[in-house]
């Protein structure tokens, strides 16, 4: 992590705004997490701090986390994101699902098949385990759809960290030394910490922060860094890469400031040492 965030959440976790932040959704936690309850893990920063506060009640909490497949989350973040979660809940009873359609380019387009796999997995991790109860790390400051979510409820999940902002989260993370996808770090270094966010490639939510242009930019790493050389390429692959390096706008932000200072234009695989990352928690 850049050293002066970090400075800057552990001088943050000891406020007493974070300390009733924290107090808020402890309470929700212990009112609610029971037999029957697990956590919805996507490894973004705040399932994180949700798990990480759930598993303080209940070390043996269950854990049910889905794998997109390499074509919608690259190898070496779902990595990241596995081995993290007996990190963070070493007691953990947790259930990891692999997206088979998910290592195939149809599957970035295909919602529909994503959608039908994924709540059809889950109903029945469900009903095998007995789960009526799903806590979320929803937070209503991430968009107007989540505060809308999050405020109105549905039947059968639960919004702990509803409330905290994003130095709530981070403030966790950082002052319990948890482990968190790299990815967030480079992405920092254009936006910040507060725009940092980690999305699969279909999802859209987030595209007002430019998350397929770094999408597209982060999977032409993931394929060409390993055994890839200009000497074993043949012409197709130079005039695919070529093709590929369309010029897309990135805004670049002073980590120590608040305001966009100014923005900075990514060329393809160029970029990619800044800018391999996606969007969402």
Avoid at 16 to 25: F, G, I, S, Y
Avoid at 99 to 125: I, N, P, V
Avoid at 267 to 281: I, P, Q
Wanted: aromatic share 12%; net charge positive; with cysteine.
């Amino acid at each position: 992590m850049i050293a002066r965030w970090e400075e800057y959440f552990r001088l943050y976790s000891k406020s007493e705004d974070h300390k009733k932040a924290l107090a808020r959704a402890e309470e929700i936690i212990k009112r609610e997490l029971d037999e029957k309850s697990y956590v919805a893990f996507s490894g973004g920063k705040d399932s994180i701090a949700l798990l990480f506060l759930c598993q303080t009640f209940k070390p043996d909490v269950s854990v049910f986390h889905w794998d997109h497949g390499s074509a919608l989350m690259p190898r070496e973040i779902e990595n990241e994101i596995v081995k993290s979660i007996k990190i963070i809940a070493p007691g953990s009873q947790s259930y990891v699902h692999k997206f088979t359609f998910g290592e195939r380019e149809q599957s970035r387009h295909d919602y529909y098949a994503w959608y039908k796999a994924f709540y059809g997995t889950l109903d029945g991790f469900k009903k095998q385990f007995g789960k009526t109860k799903a806590f979320i790390g929803l937070r209503a400051e991430e968009s107007s759809k989540r505060s809308v979510t999050t405020k109105a409820g549905k039947q059968g999940e639960v919004y702990p960290i509803a409330h905290l902002s994003w130095r709530d989260v981070w403030g966790v993370i950082v002052s319990q030394n948890l482990p968190y996808p790299k990815v967030y770090d480079s992405y920092a270094e254009l936006l910040g910490y507060d725009q940092a966010r980690l999305v699969t490639f279909h999802d859209s939510e987030f595209d007002k922060f430019g998350s397929r242009n770094l999408d597209n930019i982060l999977m032409w790493r993931e394929k060409h860094s390993l055994n890839f050389t200009r000497e074993k390429a043949t012409s197709r692959d130079l005039a695919r890469s070529d093709s590929q390096r369309t010029l897309s706008l990135a805004p670049h932000r002073n980590p120590a400031s608040p305001i966009l200072a100014s923005w900075t234009l990514c060329r393809g695989s160029r970029s990619t040492s800044v800018s391999v990352s996606h969007l969402k928690s």
